[in-house]
Nanobody
Framework: VQLVESGGGLVQPGGSLRLSCAGS????????VSWYRQAPGKERELVAY????????YYADSVKGRFTISRDNAKNTVYLQMNSLKTEDTAIYYC????????WGQGTQVTVSS
């Protein structure tokens, strides 16, 4: 059982990236899935989550209006669309799946820099 993140990279300020969190060995539609991030020297912080099965969403104030979390159950994947990226969005991004048990992905690096 694992979560595999992808989609990170280097982007200029104002740019966009879409992160993916794919479930392997678990049916991701049955889990509350969250995205967290951790910048160098800072604590890991919650960015967004999407519930199951109702697909309600939550966003941290720092990303509200710029990031969108969504799920594609057919692809067993949760996405984080990140627009209008800022330098302060630079961090390692992790996805987490919760439903009693708790799974974390390995993280994907996002660097926003000119």
């Amino acid at each position: 059982v694992q979560l595999v993140e992808s989609g990170g990279g280097l982007v200029q300020p104002g740019g966009s990236l879409r992160l993916s969190c794919a479930g392997s060995g678990l049916t991701i539609s049955g889990y509350l899935v969250s995205w967290y991030r951790q910048a160098p020297g800072k604590e890991r912080e919650l960015v967004a989550y999407i519930t199951s099965p109702t697909t309600s969403t939550y966003y941290a104030d720092s990303v509200k209006g710029r990031f969108t979390i969504s799920r594609d159950n057919a692809k067993n994947t949760v996405y984080l669309q990140m627009n209008s990226l800022k330098t302060e969005d630079t961090a390692i991004y992790y996805c987490r799946a919760q439903a009693g048990t708790n799974y974390w992905g390995q993280g994907t690096q996002v660097t926003v820099s000119s």
